[in-house]
């Protein structure tokens, strides 16, 4: 069974930075998409992120101009370059790897909370 790891959560001050990685536990087929997500507290799963074949880049309007999505040099690595941190971006944020048709992955998640 593919699993996807997140690592890079934490606790940072408003207006710090974190890294969040994320990478599959064995090989798989080369996904068409790699995205993120994240969970605050009593709210609905959202969409932060993605990379679409590797190439075009989406972002959620909270996060532009401060998120920033990138593949590694590795297949199936994914990482999320966050700055200027907001309380509000306090939340569990999980990794997604997809490939049409043959699989939809998600890691289980990692913990970022943004406080003084």
């Known amino acids: 069974q593919v699993q996807l790891v997140e690592s890079g959560g934490g606790l940072v001050q408003p207006g710090g930075s974190l890294r969040l990685s994320c990478a599959a536990s064995?090989?798989?087929?080369?996904?068409?998409?790699m995205g993120w997500y994240r969970q605050a507290p009593g709210k609905s799963r959202e969409f932060v992120a993605a990379?679409?074949?590797?190439?075009?880049?989406n972002y959620a309007d909270s996060v532009k101009g401060r998120f920033t999505i990138s593949r590694g040099n590795a297949e199936n690595t994914v990482y999320l370059q966050m700055n200027s941190l907001k309380p509000e971006d306090t939340a569990v944020y999980y990794c997604?790897?997809?490939?049409?048709?043959?699989?939809?992955?998600w890691g289980q998640g990692t913990q970022v909370t943004v406080s003084s």
């Open positions: 064995s090989s798989i087929f080369s996904p068409n998409f």
């Open positions: 997604r790897s997809l490939s049409a048709g043959r699989y939809d992955y």
């Open positions: 990379i679409l074949d590797g190439a075009t880049t």
